[in-house]
């Protein structure tokens, strides 16, 4: 039998312990175990998380299919996007194709142009970079995203 000392049981332990799988959950998941134990308030946040989840899901899903049908001669110049351009028709293909679900546009024009304005300084003049493809070209599914991303994150919180 082999005699380990006490340091080396917990070396050991420590190991061991460091070899359990991980078991981590969201805090939308946190919340729905909470609503099943009857707290209300968490099934309310849970839904709404569900929800946002979902919504982003489907922002995803537009801009995949905006940048297969995306005129690039329009919104490129020298294989760089042009964001404030792109800006203006990425938010009215959005809100068309979410009308349905009741998603319209909260800014007047004058404001969504000025928006649009400070995207495009953000990404090109500013971080220099803007997403793109496998193949160096500008990738418009994430920029649909970004965009989107940043109406709700920026554009709606200025206009307040």
Same mark, same amino acid.
């Given at each position: 039998?082999?005699?380990?000392?006490?340091?080396?049981? +917990?070396?050991?332990?420590?190991?061991?312990?460091?070899? +359990?799988?991980? $078991? $981590?959950?969201?805090?939308?998941?946190?919340? @729905? #175990?909470?609503?099943?134990?009857?707290? %209300?308030?968490?099934?309310?946040?849970?839904?709404?998380?569900?929800?946002?989840?979902?919504?982003?899901? /489907?922002?995803?899903? =537009?801009?995949?299919?905006? $940048?297969?049908?995306?005129? #690039?001669?329009?919104?490129?110049?020298?294989?760089?996007?042009? +964001?404030?351009?792109?800006?203006?028709?990425? =938010?009215?293909? &959005?809100?068309?194709?979410?009308?349905?679900?009741?998603?319209? /546009?909260?800014?007047?024009?004058?404001? =969504?142009? +000025?928006?649009?304005?400070?995207?495009?300084?953000? *990404? #090109?003049? /500013?971080?220099? *970079? *803007?997403? %793109?493809?496998?193949?160096?070209?500008?990738? *418009?599914? %994430?920029? &649909?995203? &970004?965009?989107?991303?940043?109406? &709700?994150?920026?554009?709606?919180? @200025?206009?307040?």
């Amino acid at each position: 039998m082999i005699k380990l000392s006490y340091r080396q049981y +917990l070396h050991v332990f420590i190991i061991f312990i460091a070899c +359990l799988p991980v $078991a $981590a959950e969201s805090i939308r998941e946190y919340h @729905q #175990r909470q609503c099943v134990k009857g707290n %209300t308030v968490s099934c309310g946040k849970a839904a709404a998380m569900l929800e946002g989840e979902r919504h982003a899901e /489907r922002i995803v899903e =537009l801009g995949d299919n905006f $940048a297969k049908t995306v005129d #690039r001669s329009a919104l490129e110049e020298g294989n760089k996007p042009l +964001l404030n351009e792109a800006y203006t028709v990425v =938010l009215a293909d &959005y809100f068309k194709q979410e009308s349905d679900n009741g998603i319209k /546009r909260g800014v007047a024009i004058d404001i =969504l142009e +000025l928006c649009a304005n400070h995207y495009h300084d953000h *990404w #090109r003049n /500013r971080k220099m *970079w *803007w997403p %793109t493809n496998d193949a160096g070209e500008p990738d *418009w599914s %994430t920029i &649909y995203y &970004y965009i989107v991303e940043h109406y &709700y994150g920026y554009c709606l919180r @200025q206009s307040l």
